[in-house]
């Protein structure tokens, strides 16, 4: 009995399935394969193919649709399968990198594949939600892949460039929360139409008097919390200042310290977010006081683990790194110490 002919829906759905499966996959976190005779350099030159492959191939799904006649479900299960052997070889190249080069570099790499997979996925859909015609969507999913391939060019090709990157990503986030706290100043730490609940149109609103505002004694509190959130963005740019002097990323003991300082940095965002969150109108000091140290004790393990590693090793005169780094604890201390102090007993309102 001859098999039941597939339809172009069909293998579009199956076709949005396999990859998901990919996807589904790589964010498992899946062991690396063993690192013998692994070379770097090999590595991100045929990584660099398989990008300009998967571009290509974007392409050429694209073009097949861009104007009549529709590809038969037989020439579009051809599309299908070159597609996937070139997510195939992707996958295959992430999961060679080996973890000796570093867990953050790993990461960003996943991401970056991940990126690629789902980008495809969506250029799919979409040729199929429009019933496999030239649409304004798979246009712009199309640029949309071209995009995610184009990445690869500017992205981390070892430990300490991924370690920077994140970073980075790491310092835009803190920055939002300082200048978040700023902001609120200018409400009296109200979280009407701010952090706390947004106003709709279906609720009334509430008379300024029922506003809960900050107190002199909350006012107070708000200068150390500004030079504890202060010191959080001054302890990253140094840490990343110091990491784009003397970071290395060759030998396993430094590679281990670069992906060390993102674990710890990693905590810094969420930490600041939620000192920041319970500084809105009303205070409660005791929270206050709990998310301070605790904003404190990440800072703290950062400078220590950085004033024991490689980062801050340097043949330059010039540059004493224990001199901000002893700085920058004096100042977490004596800011959470403020805190503690201003919020050790409540006024009455």
């Not at 398989?50 to 392409?59: L, Q």
């Not at 990503?169 to 609940?197: I, Q, R």
């Not at 149109?201 to 200068?223: F, G, M, N, R, T």
């Not at 901000?324 to 604890?329: E, G, Q, R």
């Amino acid at each position: 009995m001859a098999a039941k002919s597939r339809s172009t829906d069909d293998v579009f759905r199956s076709f949005g399935e396999n990859l998901q499966l990919v996807v589904d996959k790589l964010r498992e976190n899946v062991p690396p394969r063993d690192a013998t005779d692994f070379n770097l350099a090999e590595y991100w030159t045929k990584m660099e193919m398989v990008f300009k492959a998967m571009s290509f191939e974007a392409t050429k799904l694209a073009m097949c649709f861009a104007s009549p006649p529709v590809p038969s479900p037989e020439e579009c299960q051809s599309l299908m399968s070159s597609v996937e052997m070139k997510t195939v070889a992707l996958v295959s190249l992430y999961y060679g990198l080996p973890k000796e080069q570093g867990v953050t570099l790993r990461k960003r790499t996943r991401n970056l594949v991940i990126g690629v997979v789902e980008s495809i996925k969506e250029l799919a859909e979409n040729i199929k939600r429009a019933g496999y015609k030239s649409s304004e969507d798979q246009l712009k999913s199309t640029g949309a892949v071209w995009a995610s391939c184009d990445i690869f060019h500017s992205s981390a090709k070892n430990n300490k460039e991924a370690v920077l990157k994140e970073l980075k990503s790491t310092s835009g986030l803190v920055k939002d929360a300082f200048e978040e706290l700023n902001e609120a100043k200018d409400t009296n730490g109200s979280s009407v139409d701010g952090m706390g609940f947004m106003m709709t149109d279906d609720e009334p609103e509430l008379d300024q008097e029922e506003e809960a505002v900050w107190s002199d004694q909350d006012k107070a509190v708000i200068h150390p919390a500004l030079g504890l959130a202060n010191a959080c963005k001054a302890c990253v740019k140094k840490v990343t200042e110091a990491i784009n002097r003397s970071g290395k990323s060759v030998e396993m003991v430094h590679i281990n310290e670069l992906d060390e300082v993102v674990e710890i940095a990693d905590e810094i965002s969420p930490d600041l977010d939620e000192l920041v969150s319970c500084l809105y109108a009303p205070m409660n000091y005791t929270v206050i006081r709990a998310n301070a140290s605790l904003m404190a004790d990440v800072l703290h393990k950062l400078l220590n683990m950085v004033r024991a590693s490689h980062i801050v090793t340097t043949d330059d005169p010039k540059i004493d790194n224990s001199k901000w780094l002893d700085f920058l604890a004096k100042a977490i201390d004596h800011n959470v110490d403020q805190i503690k102090n201003i919020t050790k007993e409540e006024i009455p309102r």
